[in-house]
Structures are given as C-alpha cells and as structure tokens.
C-alpha cells in the first residue's frame, strides 16, 4: 500500500519523477516550478535516482536538450511555466513533430506583460497547437497521478508524442494537500521499461533526425499526426483503467459532478472546479438541477464523448482561465465545437475569470449559475464572452 | 487492409537509411557552375576542405580532382578560398548554361 502524505503539488510530482527515474532531465528554473525541479535535482545530488540533470542556460535549450535526449533514446522530462513554455515554443513543436515521448509538467502562471507569477493557464494555452497532450490537474493528487499515467500515455507505441501535465501556479503547486502516494515498486511496474523507438545511439542502424521535407510530403506528415492523436483517447483510457486497478482512483477524459440529471451545466478546469463544485452542491440543495464537466485531456480534445455528456443540459457556462485576445475563449470554442456535434443546441457562454491568480470565490459561481438559471428558462444569452470577478 | 500512402510514412520522419542524402542530387540547384584550370592549381587542396556539399573529389593520391557536379550547388566558396598560382586563380565561377 502507499503512504499518506501531507505535500504541495510541486513536491508530489517531483515525488512522481523521482519514482520513474527518467534518463535525462534539462531544465532551467521559473516560478512556480522551479521548486519543482530544485526538489528533483536533490534526488539527483543525493543519489535516489540515476537521472542525468543537465541545466541549461534557458528553456528553449531545456526543451532542445530534452528532444536530444528522447531521439537518443532516453526517458526525459522536465517542467516549467509561463514564460518558460513561451520561450521553448518553436521547440515543443520539433518534440511532437518528431514523435518524442516527453513529458512535461506545467505549473500554469500568467504570461507578461504586465509581470505576473500567480497561476492561469494562458501559457498552457499558447501551446494548445504544438502537438503535446495535453491534461489539467485540479489538486495535487491529480497532479501526481496524471504524472504518472503521463509517462505510459506517452510511450504507447500508437501515440509516441510528448505530453505536459498541467497544474496551477501556486493554487496547487504551493499548496499544502492530503496526497496518497503509490508505492515505489508499483510506480516502476506499472510505467514499466522504456522502449525506444528508432534511437540513435543505435549505432548498428544509423539515422537522421529532423530532415527538411517540402510541398512532396509535410501534407502528409501533418495527416499521420492527425491520426495519432485521434488514436491517444482510447490509450488514456486504457491507461486509466490500469491506474484504477492500482490505486482505485478513476480517471477519465474528463470528470463529471452531478452532470446526469442537470439541466444546466459548468464547464471549468483545474482547481477552480473544486470551489464549483461546493457552490453547485448548495444550489442543488435548493432543487436547482446543475451539474459540472471539467475536462482532464484538453488536447486531444474529445469533442464527441463531451457531446455526449452534456447532450441533455439546456444551458453551459465555459469558464476559461485564459483570453484569447479579440476571439473567445479556448476551452469555450473547444466546447462550441463539440455542442456543433449535438443535435439539441444548448446555450453557451463564456466567461474569463481568474487571470494572473485572481481568485475565483464562490459569489463568481454564485453570479455564473443565477446566469444560467435564467438563461435555460428564457433560452437567451445576452452576452456571449464576458470577464467575471473584475474589480468595478 | 491497405494502408493509406500517409500511413507508410516512418514515424517523426526519421530517416532509416544512412547516407540516404546522396540520392538527393542537389547540382540542379545551381545557377554559377565552378570551372578549373589546372595550370594554376599548387595543389593546395582549400577548395576540397572548404566546400561544404563534399562536391570536389580528390584521387586516391589525394591530389585535387574534377568537380562532382551532381552535388555542386555553385556556391563558390571554393573559388573564393583558392589562392591559384601568383594571383591567377585555378577557379573560376561562371554563369551555368553560357
Ligand atoms: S561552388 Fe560551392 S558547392 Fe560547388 S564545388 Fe565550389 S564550394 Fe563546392
Ligand atoms: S584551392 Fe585552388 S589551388 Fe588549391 S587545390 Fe583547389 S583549385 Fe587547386
């Protein structure tokens, strides 16, 4: 059995990656993660892991030491936020496109300017496109145990691309939480060995990596990794079933909280849905039917599962942690797209909330569902994007 | 089941094949073609080393050979590096297809 612990989101995933043991490591710090990977490089001067620390001189080069690593044929990981993600961005797409399994947790903190290190997931967001799976955590359990499913995600041989474990800045990453950690033994079993694919320190077989291919086959290149991502659900799952057997926690694509009977739903990630979920509960004990959908895997996004799952509500709040300049929000044009899907079209709306670690308190749910309440009643939205929680 | 063309491709277009790039023929691209003339050549083998598509071949004495125009992209860096017999240069770049 596991132990017990009482750990911030940050230490429990570097409890995560001290049990995998990865090969290599770069990493350059940023907050909030750098405590993160300070507590993982301990592992590494104190000799509890056999991990290769390299520390580079900035995040781009973390990333590219990483996709050398992974091309070799190592194990990698490392972790960052914000402005990091943001400098490693023209290589994040090199990881995926090339089919390496890394893996990555994001502490989720605003992107300048203004400066800010608080957590939003506006740079989690900026790498919606780059190819990586993509899953948010709400609390540090999630963390931790998304981390580990992370590393069999990403070596299934039908996937093979690289995937960031997403949690929010300070809200999860400093927070101190009841965590239950997995055995060192069952941790090691259950992600197993690793396998490289073409690696080229196989001398025998020699390659290259990252050739220039033009207008005769990228199309193609792009089809195939299209196909990859729609094959990653059904790996997630299977990766899910196998950690429930371990752990009896159960994931999914999403989760969802009172959502079968609802007839109004919010759609919200991260740590936000735990406050969600304490206002929802309130209102349903005064007979109001609304339920939650919080999504775990956001890239892929499984737009006809969540078709599926709110097909009988009438009205959807999508809270997005992050602003799409100009456009709608990114979790609310994911969930347009999949509402697209449903026969009954319910009403959706979007509201931004909690940028730069605002916090999000329970009079914004409150504000949120006496919204839909009556949105669901008349079926009119009066405005479609809107900022909560901003000082009037 | 066939596969679709775009499912035969290697995963990450990772190439499997060492050396593959000398079927990449890339003399088409060239628009100035690198001439020798022996007689000013010392020998000095500058061009062998600098050319950076390998497109100069020597003998198996190592003595300074023909261009291998298959390769060569007409750069002229080789032309430029060539120090010739007292200032007559031993390459000289010429407009291809004159
Ligand atoms: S022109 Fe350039 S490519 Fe051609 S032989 Fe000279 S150095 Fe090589
Ligand atoms: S650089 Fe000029 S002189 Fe030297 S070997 Fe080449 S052609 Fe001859």
Excluded at chain 1, 230 to 251: I, N, S
Excluded at chain 2, 13 to 24: I, N, R
Aim: proline share 4%; charged share 25%; net charge negative.
């Amino acid at each position: 059995m596991g132990k017990i612990v009482a750990v911030t989101g940050n230490e429990a995933c570097a409890q995560a990656l001290k049990q995998i043991n990865p090969d290599v490591c770069a990493a350059y710090p940023i907050t909030p993660a750098t405590d993160l990977m300070q507590r993982f490089s301990s592992f590494v001067n104190d000799g509890k892991v056999d991990t290769e620390l390299v520390l580079v001189e900035s995040e781009h080069s973390a990333m590219s030491a990483c996709i050398g690593a992974a091309a070799a044929g190592g194990r990698v990981a490392t972790a960052t936020s914000s402005q990091g993600l943001a400098l490693m961005w023209e290589m994040l797409y090199i990881a995926a496109g090339t089919r390496l399994p890394i893996v990555m947790p994001l502490v989720n903190r605003a992107l300048s300017a203004p400066l800010n290190i608080h957590g939003d997931h506006s740079d989690g967001m900026g790498a919606r496109d780059t190819g990586w799976l993509q899953f948010y955590s709400e609390n540090a359990q999630e963390a931790y145990d998304n981390l580990i499913q992370a590393f069999r995600i990403a070596e299934h041989l039908d996937v093979r691309l690289p995937v960031m474990v997403c949690m929010d800045g300070f809200i999860v990453s400093h927070s101190i939480e009841r965590v239950e950690y997995i055995d060192d033994a069952d941790v090691k079993k259950f992600v197993g060995k690793f396998v490289p694919v073409h690696p080229l320190l196989d001398l025998d077989k020699p390659k290259s990596y990252g050739p220039l291919i033009l207008t005769d086959l990228y199309h193609e290149y792009k089809r195939a990794q299209h196909e990859v991502m729609t094959k990653a659900p059904r790996v997630v799952l299977e990766v899910a079933a196998d950690f429930e057997k371990m752990t009896g926690r159960k994931y999914g694509l999403f989760e969802t909280y009172r959502l079968e009977d609802a007839e109004m739903a919010i759609v919200v990630m991260s740590s936000a849905a735990g406050t969600t979920k304490d206002i929802i509960d309130r209102y349903r004990d005064k007979g109001v039917r609304i339920g939650l959908l919080k999504p775990r895997m956001f890239r892929p996004f499984p737009f006809a599962e969540m078709a599926d799952a709110l097909k009988h509500v009438k009205a959807i709040a999508v809270l997005d942690r992050a602003d799409s300049f100009g456009g709608m929000g990114p979790l609310y044009s994911e969930v347009a797209g999949a509402v697209m899907q449903m026969d009954s079209k319910p009403a959706v709306t979007n509201k931004i909330f909690g940028l730069g670690g605002r916090d999000y308190l329970p009079d914004q749910a409150e504000y949120v569902i006496d919204e839909l309440i009556t949105i669901a009643k008349t079926g009119k939205v009066k405005t479609v994007k809107e900022y909560i929680g901003v000082r009037e | 089941m066939s596969k679709k063309f775009w499912e035969t491709l290697p995963q990450g277009s990772v190439v499997l094949e060492a050396g593959s790039s000398a079927k990449f023929k890339t003399g088409g691209w060239r628009s100035m073609r690198p001439r020798w003339i022996e007689e000013n050549c010392i020998q000095c083998m500058f061009c062998w080393m600098y050319c950076p598509d390998m497109a100069i071949k020597a003998t198996a004495e190592g003595k300074r050979a023909e261009f291998n125009y298959d390769y060569c992209k007409g750069c002229g860096i080789c032309a430029l590096e060539c120090p010739g017999k007292k200032g007559n240069k031993a390459i000289v770049m010429e407009e291809e297809g004159k």
